[in-house]
């Protein structure tokens, strides 16, 4: 008998310490509002974004939306208000923006984009009357506004009972915790991959398919059995990961078939445009050393997941250049200097190209220690912000930015699960006559190009 108390013990001890962050009881209680706010004569939805929609004020601004909920949780699981108009006019004003850095990426027709920019003006406009509790109306010019917007991103009007892709504000720990179990209550096969530990301090989430929550306080460090405790993101920061996660959700609907790393280059660049510098861990960890416990992905971004700020040479100053001094430093013929972050040392040189059909994590590095592994990451980071700057500053011979006649190109391809290899590479082929991570040779390949640019000093 007296043993059954201490197997109870032992066993808690072999419990995975996710099973301490209460993403069912925190889902089940952002349900309840849900339900609360929900009119009788509607049904709950199976599919998340319905559900959840009763919960939030919904700013709909052409290629994006912004979530606010009107009622969020506290730490004790109790309902209090949610964020009035005021506390988001940031966020609204960002996505706004984010949009006008993607016009000329998905189309060159003049009358289109002038259409499209006038719209975003509208839009952006409108986005400063949120100033008090209430949120704005949407009169019909900005519903105008907002459809001819559509009509560029998506090919039509958005009818009410379709989305664009979400952003959803979580403004406590405990509704972000809260909001991801919501989201595995309506959909249990994310459990597995959304009940995990690295998401106690993590600021943002992705839930499904065009919808994320970015949460705007973090957890302390060491609050292991307080998780639903907030502790303060600074201002700046907290505008990085909204944008960088809004980045993601736009670039991913747009160009579902460009590289994982094209995307993130993409995210870095965009949120350094908006924000002037961007110092978010992609994975939205926020610990000093990010975690490998997340599930991996594919290939070489999974390195990403190895991210982090702590000894970083490619942090503090220099996302505002788009880590061209870094790069530069860490450039020699033999290679890309790759740092030791556990023990502050160089270890390995990688050779370019980094980004080509084939390339993967270089093996001295998959091979290498743990602090290695995150010295590439950062590395790879700066490098792939780096290029598609880079490209972004090139011209074609009609005076296109290559970065957006790459994406413009890349947004005729829909999202395809039987192709591996992604259309980017035959697409610099066919439309710049330029490789890309094929060769050494700056005549012929963009990525050799932009290490002779390093080169250079
Ligand atoms: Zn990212």
């Known amino acids: 008998m007296a043993g059954i108390p201490l197997f109870a013990a032992w066993l808690f001890a072999l419990l995975p310490q996710g099973s301490t962050i209460p993403f069912d009881d925190a889902g089940k209680q952002v349900l309840e509002l849900v339900d609360r706010a929900r009119p009788k004569n509607v049904k709950p939805s199976n599919e998340l974004r319905q559900r959840l929609e009763p919960l939030h004020e919904r700013v709909r601004l052409g290629g994006l939306e912004l979530w606010v909920p009107k009622r969020a949780l506290n730490e004790k699981l109790a309902a209090k208000d949610g964020p009035s108009a005021k506390e988001v006019q940031a966020h609204a004003a960002h996505l706004v923006a984010l949009q006008r850095e993607w016009l000329p990426r998905v189309t060159r027709a003049k009358d289109e984009l002038a259409a499209a920019s006038s719209a975003l003006d509208v839009l952006e406009r409108w986005t400063r009357e949120f100033r008090g509790g209430r949120f704005p109306e949407a009169r019909p010019e900005i519903t105008a506004a907002r459809q001819t917007v559509e009509r560029l ?22 509704q972000f915790i809260g909001t991801i179990g919501a989201a595995t209550q309506v959909d249990p096969t994310q459990r597995p991959r959304l009940h995990q530990e690295a998401n106690r301090r993590a600021t943002a989430a992705h839930l499904a398919p065009g919808c994320s929550v970015v949460a705007w306080t973090s957890s302390p ?22 944008v960088h996660t809004s980045a993601h959700l736009l670039s991913i609907e747009l160009i579902p078939m460009a590289p994982g790393w094209w995307l993130e280059g993409l995210a870095l660049c965009d949120t350094i445009a908006l924000c002037r510098a961007d110092e978010t861990v992609c994975t939205g960890h926020a610990d000093m050393h990010a975690s490998s416990s997340l599930p991996g992905a594919p290939g070489a971004l999974g390195i990403l997941l190895w991210v982090t700020r702590h000894k970083s040479p490619f942090r503090d100053t220099f996302s505002p250049a788009y880590f061209a001094q870094p790069l530069r430093a860490a450039w020699a013929r033999e290679g890309l200097q790759v740092f030791d972050l556990d023990k502050v040392e160089p270890v390995s040189r990688v050779e370019p190209p980094l980004l080509g059909r084939s390339a993967g994590i270089p093996s001295g590095v998959a091979n290498g ?13 700066a490098y792939c912000a780096g ?11 009609d005076e296109q930015a290559l970065l957006d006649v790459l ?6 391809h829909p999202y395809d699960p039987q192709t591996a290899l992604s259309p980017l590479y035959d697409i610099s082929e066919r439309l710049l006559g330029r490789s890309l991570g094929a060769s050494n040779d700056p005549e012929l390949d963009l990525e050799a190009a932009f290490v002779a640019s390093l080169a250079a000093r």
């Open 221 to 242: 460090e060491h609050a292991t059995r307080d998780p639903l405790r907030d502790e303060a993101i600074d201002v700046a920061e907290s505008d990085q990961n909204f």
């Open 387 to 397: 290029f598609v700057h880079w490209l972004d500053q090139q011209r074609s011979k």
């Open 407 to 412: 994406c413009a190109e890349l947004a005729r």
């Open 369 to 381: 220690t743990d602090g290695a592994k995150r010295g590439f990451a950062e590395l790879y980071r």
């Open 153 to 174: 991103f998506f090919r039509r009007a958005l009818a009410d009972g379709a989305f664009a892709p979400i952003a959803i504000v979580a403004p406590t720990r405990a």
